[in-house]
Each structure stands twice: as C-alpha cells, then as structure tokens.
C-alpha cells in the first residue's frame, strides 16, 4: 500500500524504481516505529481503510493498490478535497510522511532551489 | 557519569537522592540546576533519549522528529465538535521540548499577570514579583532581540505587507547566541546557537553533580502516608522503544516536569484525581499562511522566527514570523501528485508567516489504552473567529505585499488570487474541521490556583493532595498566555524551585 500511495504522488513521466519505492516504505516504517502502540494501530487502520475506499470514493470494484497510477492519483485528489473530514486527514498523514524524506535528498532539493552547503546567509556570515 | 542512556542498562537499577524530577525539558533542567547548586543530591529521569548538540544537529528533519519528539511528530489534538484536529508538538529527549523550539522569549504579557495575580488570587504572581525571575532567565539563556540584518525574506515581505495595512511588526528575542540563520530551530539547531537548556542549564546542574537517566518511563510516583517517596518505572528497550529493566529511585522531593500532555497522566496513574486534573488544557492553536511571489524569496536565508505583531493581542491574535525547511514546506503543500509538485518547483517563491491564538482552556489529556495520552480539544465559537480573521489578515498582508497567490491552510483548496477571494473566511467561513492547526504550547492540564477546588497545584507548586509532589511545567499555567511559552514555563519552574529552597528544611522534616 505504501508503494502504492508513493506512486501515486511521485510518478513523473518516468515510473520510480524499485528501490525508492523500498525507500519510502523504509520511512513510513521510520516514522510509524517510534510512535505509540494507538498512534500505530490508527495509521494501519487509514492504510485498510484506503485499500477499499475506491469503491465508495471512485465507485470501482477494485482495492487502492489495484487501480492504476493515474486513478489512485485522482482518488487522492477527491479524497484531499472531500467535506468529510476523515478523508483529507488520510490523505495529508501518508503525504506528509512521504514528502518531508523525499525531500531531504540533496539532489531533489537543488532541484526545487534550494541551495543547501552554498546558502548565502552562511556565507555572509563566515566573511 | 552525568547521562546514563538506559537503553544500555541490563539490570534492575535504585537510587535515593533528594529529589528525583521526571523531565528534563526547559522546567526540569531549571529546577534540577537550582537544588544542584544547593548542594542537594538531584536524579533527573527522562523518557526520551540523550542526543549532543552535535548529535542532533545534523538529524534531517524527518530525522529529527522520529529521534526527538514524542510520537515522532505525529501526535495530535482531536477536535470535538466544529473543531481542527490539532498537530501537537511535543520534545522527548534530554532537552525536552527546547530542543525543537523557534527559541522566541516573550514574558507573560502584563494584563495576564494581572488577571492572575486579582482575579484568581495567585498575589505572587505580578509583574513585579516575577521581573527578577524572568531577568535571571533571559540572562541564563541569551535572550537577544533578532536584528532586522537576520530577518529572510520571506519575514521581511509579510512585515511590508502588515505596514502597508497599518499592522505594526516589532522584532522578536530568541535565546541565540551566534545564529548564522540556518532556519531550521525547530529540528535542533546544527550550530549550537539556539540556547536551549540541554546547553544553557544542564552543563551547570551536571557540574554540581546532578545526574539523568535517559530512555528511563516513569511509570507512577510511589505515594505512602499522602506524601511522595519516590518513584518507580522501567527502562526502554534498545530494539522496540518498549519498557523493559525496572528502576526504583526514593526520594524526599518528587518534582514532576513532563509537561502538560504527560504531567496530567502521571499524576493520574499515581491516584491523583480530582475535576482539574488534565482539564482546562489550553493549545494556542497556530496556523501559517504561505504566499507565492514573481520573486525569489529564498526564505531559508535568516532566522525562522524573527518578527511578530501583537496588534490583534486585543482580539486574541498574535502574529509570529516562522519559516520551515523546504522539505517540511513541500509536506505543506496543496494538492496531490503533479500539481503538488509544481507548487514545490516554486519554494523558492514562497513566503510564510504564522499566527496563533490566545485560547480558552478547551483542551483535555486523558488516559486511555496507550502510555500517550488521548488529547481532547474543544474550540470555541470565540476562537474559531479569531482562527479565520488571523489567517484572513496575513492573507491580506501577503497580497498588500505583491504576493501573486496565497495558500490557506485548508484541505483541498486551490491556491487564492486576489484579496477579495479572502472575504469569506470572515463571512461564511468553512468548518474548523477542514484545517490544518498546529500546536506548539500545550498548557494548564494541572493548573495553579489559591485553593483545592480550583486547580491541582498550589502557589508553592506543590500538589494539593500529596505532599512533597510539585509539578513545574507548562501545565501549572493557570490560562493560556497568547505568546510563546518557553520562558513562561522556566520563570515559573525558577520561582517554585526558589520557594521549595527557602522551605526545603519543612519539607524534608516530612520525610524524615
């Protein structure tokens, strides 16, 4: 299912290799291990629960991890803008939790413009 | 050895010391410093594992929330009724929650000492009477005014914006010394320029002689004749974070500083109870507003936390300049997929600023099936208004400022164009449910007050119902103080600790 959502919000033109789908479910796993016993218990629960919404959110007979990329894209998009509040909360815990390390890697981050080691301010600051 | 890491602990450990505090956050390093100096024999039991500055500094983000704070960042408020689930960040590790703080030092606001001081009788509580103590503080921990050079750009944008709408911004004071705006505090600083207490206090305390166990639970305080003998608890596990080798530590004083989530809980499973115990609890719920420019902002250049305004403090509101690292805005984001990531593709553009409000005590902790607690939150009609008129006011300092888009912290909306699109968060506002609130400040879950049936502490800090248990944190506030706690909380565990010195002969005659 983790593989499933990351793919969902992180496929490019190009699909993620096997190894960065690995990654983001060593970081859920990261975040998920050092929390408690009910915090656990309630994001396994938005995980079952987002493997059977298609069927009511897109109205297809078929489990999250089932669709297509681009239609567990879409239902996470309906999901993030439902009046139903537990939907969203679905929706923003997992992109939270896959976004920040996502993130975190240099390489991505030059490329949103984030300068990292060559930020201006510390300069200033070291001359 | 002044840390132990109980994680590396075999054995079944005892201690008898003078006084053992559970916590070690910005309350328990000042009160563990103070009997230290003293000369009394001081144990400092804490949860969370011990991290250096070095250690710490270089954690990423998402590092840095699964090693340092409880739940690993994810621990929430849930909202009863047209309420916003509330993100509530909470420190676990020696250090506490200062490690995670922007490091912002405001006194309580006078008009709220005021109201202690007559309206619930705490006489001791004057601006006056705590001037010496915040002084001694803010020198402890190098409270200095952020100069206009450290502000980003993203701080200075929502400054000319608040200007242009006659809002005045004033610089805020942090506890740095020698920041090089890194713009990430609340992670742990990577160049030891925050002063949170793990360097301003707990290398005093070690050098008197106190001591802390780390990853050490505290399961309850051992209570004999309606007085605290100690306590009992278990180390966690290396491997699973469980608890697994028991402890025992006796002691004449039992100091609780766990903070206001876990204090409550503490005192429960200990047999305390009473209709104030984990009730009142007030949040300052919080909120950002981020607005996208035609510039590049660049707004991870300068301190996170450098202005603020409290040109609404009448209507409740405080506005406090804040920025995060670009992975933890990126989180922030609007949108799913493609979309989300063009909006990340534009940081860079992006400015933010936050603001929180001064609440009513609607929060609750209560016990249920995990060792966290179960964290209820009630906002009223008052406070929801002043959510919507906060973030509509920094959207509109954002469009007075040049911003081309603004983003609401509301689930599933589109980014907003114009000023106008604004109006309805004043005129039909959506359901509280639908935003994204964070909470920084959890206070008065075991509140002070002049008498027994008004709160769980007394003045002196002492619990009413057992002798020689104090609580020092966040959760003695007796309301919410609509500006950043930190210094709050340590002035206010610096007073207690001062009065169980002056009276430390009576206290310790009970014991005997």
């Known amino acids: 299912m983790i593989r499933a959502i990351a793919e969902a919000l992180f496929t490019d033109d190009v699909p993620l290799d096997d190894a ?95 300068p990292g080691e060559a930020r201006k301010r510390y300069l200033t600051v070291k001359t | 050895m002044s840390v132990l890491r109980g994680r590396e602990v075999g054995a079944p450990m005892r201690a008898q010391v003078d006084a053992v505090i559970i916590g070690s956050g910005a309350s328990g390093a000042v009160i563990a410093r103070e009997l230290a100096r003293d ?24 590092q840095s929330l699964r090693r340092l704070a409880r739940e690993a960042g994810l621990a929430v408020a849930v909202g009863l009724g047209d309420t916003p689930l509330i993100s509530t960040l909470a420190g676990r590790a020696v250090g506490g929650s200062s490690l995670l703080t922007g490091g912002i030092i405001f006194r309580i606001p006078e008009e709220i000492l005021h109201g202690w001081s007559t309206t619930l009788g705490l006489h001791d509580l004057t601006p006056d009477a705590l001037d010496p103590f915040f002084t001694e503080i803010e020198e402890a921990v190098h ?47 990577p160049n030891r320029a925050k002063m949170s207490v793990d360097i301003s206090f707990w290398p005093d305390a070690w050098k008197h002689g106190a001591e802390v166990w780390a990853d050490a639970l505290v399961e309850r305080v051992d209570v004999a004749s309606g007085r605290a003998v100690g306590v009992r608890g278990r180390f966690l596990d290396q491997e699973t974070g469980e608890p697994r080798v028991p402890f025992e530590v006796s002691a004449k004083m039992v100091i609780v500083a766990c903070g206001a989530l876990h204090s409550p809980l503490l005192l429960l499973r200990s047999g305390l109870a009473g209709p104030n115990l984990g009730r009142h609890m007030t949040l300052h719920p919080s909120f950002r507003v981020c607005a996208l420019f035609d510039e590049r902002v660049d707004g991870w250049d300068g301190a996170m936390q450098s202005a603020y305004s409290d040109a609404m403090m009448d209507q409740g509101i405080t506005f406090v300049s804040a920025y995060n690292p670009p992975s933890v805005l990126a989180a922030a984001f609007p949108g799913v997929g493609k979309a989300h990531r063009r909006l990340i593709e534009r940081v860079s553009q992006l400015a933010v600023f936050g603001g929180m409000i001064h609440d009513d005590g609607g929060g609750q902790v209560r016990r249920w099936i995990s060792r966290e607690p179960l964290i209820l939150y009630r906002m009223t009609a008052r406070d929801r208004a002043r959510f919507f008129l906060g973030m509509q006011t920094l959207g509109k300092m954002a469009f007075a400022a040049g911003a081309k888009e603004v983003l609401l912290p509301i689930f599933g909306a589109d980014t907003f164009k114009s000023e106008a699109e604004l109006d309805f968060l004043t005129s039909n506002p959506p359901s509280a449910k639908r935003i994204e609130s964070l909470s920084f400040h959890p206070l008065g879950s075991a509140k002070m007050s002049v008498s027994e049936d008004g709160g769980v502490v007394k003045p002196s800090g002492e619990t009413w119902q057992v002798d020689n248990l104090f609580v020092v944190d966040g959760s003695v506030l007796p309301t919410s103080i609509g500006v950043n706690s930190q210094l709050a909380i340590m002035t206010m565990a610096l007073k207690i600790s001062r009065g169980l010195l002056r009276d430390w002969s009576r206290y310790a005659r009970r014991a005997a």
């Open chain 2, 143 to 189: 409270a200095e005014l952020v100069p206009e050079a450290m502000r980003s750009r993203s701080t200075e944008l929502f400054v000319e914006g608040a200007t242009k709408l006659g809002i005045p911004m004033k610089s805020v004071r942090r506890n740095t010394s020698g920041c090089r705006g890194a713009s990430r505090c609340t992670f742990g600083c």
């Open chain 1, 20 to 114: 960065m789908l690995e990654a983001f479910v060593t970081n859920i796993d990261g975040f998920m291990s050092p929390a408690s016993k009910t915090l656990r218990a309630g994001l396994m629960l938005m995980l079952e629960a987002l493997r059977w919404l298609p069927i009511i959110v897109m109205g297809k007979p078929a489990t999250f991890d089932d669709l297509p990329i681009a239609a567990r894209t879409e239902m996470l998009e309906r999901m993030d803008r439902s009046r139903f509040s537990p939907f969203p909360l679905i929706v923003v815990a997992f992109k939270t939790m896959l976004t920040i390390p996502y993130y975190e890697d240099d390489e991505r981050l030059r490329a949103i413009g984030y």
């Open chain 2, 39 to 62: 000369g009394r024999s001081v144990l400092t039991l804490e949860e969370g594992g011990y991290y250096t500055p070095e250690e710490y500094g270089v954690l990423a983000p998402s």
